[in-house]
């Protein structure tokens, strides 16, 4: 289960600092600064925001239900793998503009919690 936690964080760190970095590399320098002003954001980096912003959102409870079920020694595996899936495919569909597979995912990604915790029941 450990391994579920770090690939987590992993896709973490993509989302909210490497795939918008190479996005706004553009920007290079101004990432080099104390960043007291904003450079103009595109489309995509604006949608990579968004899509860290949702994955930030369901974070925090994911951690914790695997948390929990690696204390109490409860096998929600399968689900948190499938967590993991799904938020990678809402990432990507979220910065192709696919709204339907994005949505699907994220729904996705919300039964697998919804299931582990109800494994921890």
Not at 59 to 80: E, F, G, N
Not at 83 to 100: C, K, T
Request: net charge positive; hydrophobic share 60%.
């Amino acid at each position: 289960m450990e391994i579920y936690i770090v690939l987590a964080l992993l896709l973490t760190l993509f989302q909210t600092w490497l795939i918008p970095m190479v996005i706004n590399i553009k920007n290079f320098s101004w990432m080099l600064t104390a960043r007291d002003s904003s450079p103009a954001e595109t489309v995509l980096l604006k949608r990579a925001r968004r899509a860290s912003a949702n994955l930030h959102e369901s974070l925090a409870c994911y951690l914790a239900l695997v948390l929990l079920a690696m204390h109490l020694q409860v096998d929600v595996s399968a689900y948190a793998c499938w967590w993991l899936v799904l938020r990678v495919v809402h990432g990507v569909s979220y910065l192709m503009a696919i709204p339907f597979i994005r949505t699907a995912a994220f729904i996705g990604s919300v039964v697998c919690m919804v299931m582990m915790a109800l494994a921890l029941i």
